[in-house]
C-alpha cells in the first residue's frame, strides 16, 4: 500500500522522460573533504601534489613556494638530500627530527603516521584540559565551590608559580595542519614496495582520527622526475589520487600524452595541449593544474602559480589572468583590480 502511495506521487518530467522517485534524494554529508581554510589563492588542502620535471627544472623551488604559501604547521620530509640543505629547512621551518633520509627504510611510513596520531593525542588532551580549567575558572568567579574542599590534584592542576594558569597547546588548541614532502625517492625502497605508500595516499585525509569525529590529516608531495616508470616510481594509485599537479617542460611526448590522460575527466586532450604551451615561455615555468580548484579561481590551469591561464578561450593574444599574491587579495585597488579581470 505504502508503494503504490509513493508511486502516486511521483513527479514526471515529459521534457526528458524521467519519474521523479520521493525519499531517494541524496543527502550531502556535513563533513567536508578539504577540512583547512587555505589562503584564497592557494589549493584546498588535504590533498596530493605531483611536481613532475628533469633534474634542474625546478622542482624543489617551486614545492618549497607552495608549501610555503599555504602555512603549513609541520613538515615532514622523506629524502637522502634534505638534511644538507639547511637553508630550505630553515626556510619552512623543518625540524630535524621530521627528516627521515633513507628511502628505502620501508618503517618510515608507520613512523610519520605515528607522529600524526601523537598531534592527535596531544590536542584531544588538551581539549579536555582546557573544558577542566574553564570549569575551575568558572566556579572561582561565581563562588559556587570553596577551593579549599579540592583535593590536590584539582587544585595543582593549573597551579604554575603560585598562579592559575591556562593548559599550553603548541598550536593554540587548533588542529595543525601537516604536510609529508617526497624528495629524490625514484627506484627507493619505499617507491619499489609501495604497499604502504598507496595505503598512505588513499587514507591521507583520515590520518589522525579524533574521537568526536574527522581526523588531522595530511598532504603529500611528490617530487618526481618522471610521472611514469616502469620500477620504483609512482604508482597508478597514487597518481589517481592527485589534487594538484605541477608539470615542468618535458621533451616526451608520451609523458604529456599521459598527463593529459589522467586530467581527461575536465578537459579535451587539445584545450590540455593549448594551455600546456601558453604556461611553457620560460626555462623554469610549469603549468600548475588544480582538480578541485575553489569556487572563486577562474581556471583550474595557472602559469606557475601567479596567472590563471582562461581555457575556455584559446586566442593567441589572449592575456592570462594575474592572482594578487597573498595577503593582497583582500586589500584596495589590487584587488578591485583582479575582481575586473574575472567578472
Request: hydrophobic content about 35%; charged content about 30%.
Given at each position: ?210 574521537k568526536k569525529g574527522g581526523a588531522l590529516g595530511i598532504s603529500l608531495f611528490f617530487l618526481i622526475q618522471s610521472y611514469k616508470t616502469q620500477v620504483g ?87 592570462p589572468v594575474t592572482a594578487p599574491p597573498a595577503g593582497v587579495i583582500n586589500s584596495g585597488e589590487r584587488n578591485r583590480e583582479y575582481e575586473a579581470q574575472?567578472?
Amino acid at each position: 500500500m505504502g508503494n503504490k502511495k509513493h508511486l502516486a506521487s511521483a513527479r514526471a518530467n515529459t521534457e526528458n522522460g524521467t519519474v521523479f522517485a520521493p525519499g531517494m534524494e541524496i543527502k550531502l554529508p556535513k563533513a567536508k573533504a578539504f577540512k583547512f581554510e587555505t589562503p584564497s589563492m592557494c589549493p584546498k588542502a588535504h590533498g596530493v601534489t605531483l611536481v613532475i620535471g628533469k633534474r634542474g627544472a625546478g622542482k624543489t623551488v617551486a614545492a618549497v613556494n607552495l608549501i610555503e604559501k599555504m602555512q603549513f604547521d609541520r613538515i615532514f620530509a622523506i629524502s637522502p638530500s634534505m638534511s644538507s640543505n639547511k637553508e630550505m629547512m630553515s626556510h619552512l621551518g623543518i625540524n630535524e627530527e621530521d627528516v627521515f633520509p633513507d628511502p628505502d627504510d620501508l618503517t618510515v611510513i608507520s613512523a610519520i603516521k605515528l607522529a600524526v596520531e601523537e598531534e592527535r593525542d596531544l590536542l584531544e588532551a588538551y581539549w579536555q584540559k582546557k573544558l577542566r580549567y574553564d570549569r575551575v575558572m568558572r566556579e572561582l568567579e561565581d563562588g559556587s565551590t570553596d577551593p579549599l574542599t579540592w583535593n590536590e590534584e584539582r587544585l595543582l592542576e593549573f597551579l604554575v608559580d603560585g598562579e592559575l594558569k591556562p593548559p599550553y597547546h603548541k598550536w593554540g588548541g587548533r588542529e595543525p595542519m601537516m604536510c609529508l614532502l617526497f624528495d629524490d625517492m625514484l627506484g627507493s625502497g619505499i617507491f619499489s614496495r609501495p604497499r604502504q605508500l598507496n595505503q598512505l595516499a588513499i587514507y591521507h585525509r583520515h590520518l589522525g582520527q579524533f574521537k568526536k569525529g574527522g581526523a588531522l590529516g595530511i598532504s603529500l608531495f611528490f617530487l618526481i622526475q618522471s610521472y611514469k616508470t616502469q620500477v620504483g616510481g609512482l604508482t597508478r594509485t597514487i597518481r589517481n589520487q592527485a589534487t594538484t599537479v605541477i608539470l615542468f617542460q618535458t621533451k616526451s611526448e608520451k609523458e604529456l600524452e599521459d598527463v593529459a590522460e589522467e586530467v581527461g575527466g575536465e578537459v579535451d586532450p587539445l584545450t590540455f595541449y593549448n594551455v600546456y604551451n601558453r604556461a611553457i615561455r620560460e626555462k623554469h615555468d610549469f603549468l600548475f593544474i588544480d582538480l578541485h580548484k575553489k569556487d572563486e579561481h577562474p581556471s583550474m590551469f595557472r602559469r606557475n602559480f601567479d596567472e590563471f591561464l582562461l581555457y575556455d578561450r584559446c586566442d593567441s593574444d589572449e592575456v592570462p589572468v594575474t592572482a594578487p599574491p597573498a595577503g593582497v587579495i583582500n586589500s584596495g585597488e589590487r584587488n578591485r583590480e583582479y575582481e575586473a579581470q574575472i567578472r
